[in-house]
């Protein structure tokens, strides 16, 4: 029995010696670093090999010229794709087949003389590629380096922009509140925000900064703490977008703007007070009648103009009623034929969902406009904010 065991060892340790040995002279080995890392590793061994075999069998049969320096063509492509000395013993090897096959008949000194020169010239071939592929390899890798610190620091821009969104749900009685929004490329120019303004009243703004991207984002950023510091300093809401409009102005240059649209819906009232700057039509659903009605624009977008000339808009609310906001993302998402998901499909998705809670609802509208665009995806930032009215204390019923 213990010998069994012991032979069973001994196998054990022999397959793994060949194992490691396998790992030891894998062919990726022999090959540069960025080379071994994509693609198969037998290809570049056999183009070279099989160029060396090549200007050898041509050498063999052509005696009256010399062909030693045909032999530069695999050093070089050997130089490309492998490792330094791997490369540099191909000299020799190269050397020897031709030493091997040129005629017997001439003078031993011009032979080595002959020889030595053409390992000279191979080996100043070969340093030189293989400086040059040095110098390529190192600015690939700072490259990646600063790809690498670029997406941290994005990621990390990514999380600071969040900070500028609602962390939880407003906690105003007879308002079921939920949004979400999906930046493009980690960081976006889109924005909402829940600002409660007193017990029974809250501030609903959603926002779109022309562009994207970490641009976009900063201006965002500007736009949001502005936002934040109107509403906390003025319940007139034209002066707040007047102002908002002169500091976003003086922030940034004639080409970026911002589409923004603030609604302030007061319980008790059971009112929404709107103002639209240039923002997408919030779409108003009313539950007794299973009509839609469009939060139109009234004034043009923040930044774009000095002097901000507005209307401030109104309707009445009904329990049941259901206010949607959303940016152009939504609307203007493309499948594979370039067909816009639109205002019809959204108007449906809205009716469709008029039963559901508000966060099940805002999850459906970006389901629907995710699974219209399919594997294309979206090409542009996608935020959804839905607040359905509950004033009788009703909650939503999920269908």
């Known amino acids: 029995m213990t010998g069994l065991t012991n032979a069973a060892l001994q196998q054990d340790a022999m397959r793994a010696g060949l194992s ?20 198969p590793a037998w290809l570049p061994l056999i183009l070279v090999l099989g160029a060396i075999a090549a200007v050898a069998y041509a050498d063999h049969f052509v005696l009256s010229i010399s062909l030693v320096y045909l032999y530069i063509l695999p050093l070089s492509v050997g130089a490309i794709f492998l490792r330094r000395a791997i490369s540099y013993s191909l000299i020799v090897a190269c050397i020897l087949f031709h030493d091997y096959y040129s005629p017997r008949n001439i003078n031993l000194g011009i032979r080595i003389f002959h020889n030595l020169s053409a390992i000279l010239c191979f080996a100043f071939v070969v340093y030189l590629i293989q400086r040059y592929m040095a110098q390529r390899e190192a600015l690939a890798k700072t490259v990646k380096q600063q790809r690498d610190d670029l997406l941290e620091d994005v990621k990390l821009a990514g999380q600071v922009q969040r900070l500028f969104l609602p962390s939880g749900k407003p906690t105003i009685a007879g308002l079921d509140i939920a949004g979400m929004m999906l930046p493009l490329r980690g960081v976006g120019g889109d924005y909402y925000d829940y600002i409660p303004i007193d017990a029974h009243t809250t501030q609903i703004a959603i926002a779109d900064v022309s562009g994207k991207g970490v641009p976009a984002a900063l201006l965002m950023a500007a736009t949001a703490a502005g936002l934040r510091l109107e509403a906390n300093h003025d319940r007139n809401m034209l002066q707040q977008v007047e102002r908002l409009n002169a500091e976003i102005g003086a922030v940034s240059d004639p080409e970026r703007y911002v589409t923004l649209l603030v609604a302030e819906i007061d319980t008790q009232k059971r009112t929404v007070r709107y103002v639209n700057c240039g923002h997408n ?19 043009p977008p923040i930044g774009l103009s000095p002097d901000e000339i507005c209307e401030l808009a109104s309707a009445d609310l009904s329990s049941g009623d259901v206010l949607v906001f959303y940016t152009d993302g939504v609307t203007e998402a493309e499948n594979r034929v370039a067909e816009e998901f639109g205002m019809e499909r959204l108007s449906a998705a809205v009716r469709d969902g008029s039963s559901l809670t508000a966060e099940e609802l805002t999850i459906n509208i970006f389901n629907s406009a995710a699974n219209f665009c399919g594997d294309v995806g979206f090409h542009d930032d996608v935020t959804v904010v839905v607040v359905k009215c509950q004033f009788d204390g009703s909650a939503g019923v999920s269908t």
């Open 20 to 39: 490691a040995l396998g790992e030891r002279v894998s062919l990726r080995h022999l090959l540069r670093k960025d080379v071994a890392l994509g693609g």
């Open 281 to 299: 039509p919030a779409l108003l659903f009313r539950a007794k009648t299973g009509t839609l009605t469009r939060m139109d624009s009234s004034c």
